[in-house]
């Protein structure tokens, strides 16, 4: 698929993850869990989506601090304040199984993470606009 291509595909599906973010973050009975693995997968694929339209190649991971530092290994300008993203890579993987997990997501903030999408999808889309396609 043409690198472009990709980008577009990734950002589609990045604000799929934000639209669930989004319908369940004001529902008390939402699990923090499911939020914050939206909010990842969301962040994610944005990133992914910055790699691919510069035709950065990038390995299947849901490490968000491996995907800043090949961002910025490659020379894309990538802002302090986007830093926060990588405490959300747990939510990909760890603790999506609450009951081995339990306690260690008692500070997660739901509208940080909302915020935090909403600030990598403004830096993605401005990447992207800047970036002409293939």
Same mark, same amino acid.
């Given at each position: ?13 990045? $604000? ?32 992914? $989506? ?26 894309? $300008? ?57």
């Amino acid at each position: 698929m043409p690198s472009h291509k990709l980008a577009q595909l990734l950002l589609r599906k990045a $604000a799929q993850d934000e639209y669930v973010v989004l319908k369940l973050i004001e529902h008390p009975e939402s699990p923090d869990e499911i939020i914050g693995f939206h909010a990842q997968q969301s962040i994610e694929k944005l990133f992914k $989506a910055v790699l691919a339209a510069r035709g950065i190649r990038f390995r299947k991971t849901h490490d968000l601090l491996e995907l800043i530092d090949l961002l910025v290994d490659n020379g894309v $300008a990538f802002p302090d304040e986007l830093e926060q993203a990588r405490f959300l890579t747990p939510f990909a993987t760890d603790f999506r199984y609450e009951e081995f997990f339990q306690g260690s997501i008692d500070s997660f903030d739901r509208h940080s993470a909302l915020r935090c999408i909403e600030n990598v999808r403004c830096w993605a889309e401005s990447n992207l606009r800047d970036k002409p396609p293939d």
